[in-house]
């Protein structure tokens, strides 16, 4: 196949399946229930037999074994991915899925897996740790790639980004925040690339607009991690009398999980303060987490890939019955 034509052809995947894949990730969230969908990936759902039979190959990388809530988000965007070869009648392309664990090394070597088998895209990761570690298999072999991380500081060199970037993502939910006469916040921030770049955008939106950071605390991600301390520093300034309008929690899913019933247990939960989080929010079940119902969220706009832009269109409110059933601030 001519150049030229390998890039339509390429080109033409890449919308089809992206298109396909970033309805996924919302319809994920909308579906999911409290407790979530079904489950992942495993042998019996056929494996990584890839989809198509035609010459151009695309490697799908997502961590359809890894742990939490990932495997079943993968398992929808793996199927979104096929779904859209059908939809499209693409004769030319075949859709190869790739297993990255959810780890970074997991996902290297699904990217060498990718290039032995002469894939000439890559969809995926994920996670920005997975990303750094595509990069540069990809990079040697000059394949480009389109990740799905909110972390800004992995793209480049051959690496692309379709996602809800934190920027614009933390920034429009302290811009609510403090449109709605919050000015005093606490922030409970993972020890992690996210966390760093979310608290970053989350203090620039807040000294911008006259409000500031009256008690920070910080948490170790992974399993097992103690979060009791720092989540009992946010309480100890809570009930000492400190002036607290807001608490940002710019967590995942498996966090919330661990956090939100520390929340209830030291008496922030359902209180005076209010729960601000990002597009993680953005997850089945979200509303089956009870100290987080009525937490404030960024919803996106699917076709744009943002979040709304002003104070006339508020966030998502965290419902019991979860995303689909959540109402808008009005």
Do not use: H
């Amino acid at each position: 196949m001519r150049s030229v034509e390998k890039l339509c052809a390429l080109m033409s995947a890449a919308r089809a399946l992206l298109g396909a894949i970033f309805v996924a990730l919302l319809v994920a969230a909308c579906t999911g229930g409290p407790g979530g969908g079904g489950g992942g990936y495993s042998e019996g759902d056929g494996g990584l037999a890839p989809t198509g039979s035609g010459g151009v190959k695309v490697a799908l990388l997502l961590p359809l074994s890894g742990s939490g809530d990932a495997p079943q988000i993968a398992q929808a965007l793996r199927q979104a991915g096929e779904l859209a070869l059908f939809e499209f009648n693409n004769p030319n392309v075949t859709l190869v899925p790739k297993d990255t664990k959810g780890t970074p090394q997991g996902a290297a070597e699904a990217a060498e897996s990718a290039v032995s088998e002469k894939a000439e895209l890559i969809i995926g990761p994920l996670f920005a740790d997975e990303v750094r570690a595509v990069a540069p298999v990809a990079g040697r072999s000059g394949i480009p790639v389109i990740a799905f991380s909110s972390d800004r500081n992995v793209a480049g060199n051959n690496v692309y980004l379709m996602s809800f970037l934190a920027g614009a993502d933390v920034g429009r939910i302290a811009s609510y925040a403090l449109s709605r006469g919050k000015k005093n916040f606490a922030v409970l921030i993972p020890e992690s690339a996210y966390g760093t770049i979310a608290e970053r955008e989350f203090a620039k939106a807040v000294a911008s607009a006259g409000g500031r950071t009256v008690v920070r605390a910080t948490y170790p991600t992974g399993g097992g991690a103690n979060l009791s301390g720092p989540v009992g520093r946010v309480a100890g300034a809570v009930k000492s009398g400190q002036q607290v309008d807001a608490l940002f929690l710019p967590a995942g899913p498996d966090e919330l999980r661990a956090i939100g019933p520390l929340l209830a247990s030291n008496g922030i939960a359902g209180g005076k303060t209010q729960l601000l989080g990002t597009g993680l929010w953005n997850a089945p079940g979200i509303g089956s987490n009870s100290a987080l119902v009525g937490g404030w969220y960024p919803r996106p706009i699917p076709a744009a890939g943002t979040v709304l832009p002003n104070a006339t269109n508020p966030p998502m409110a965290v419902s019991r019955r979860g995303w689909r059933a959540c109402p808008t601030m009005r």
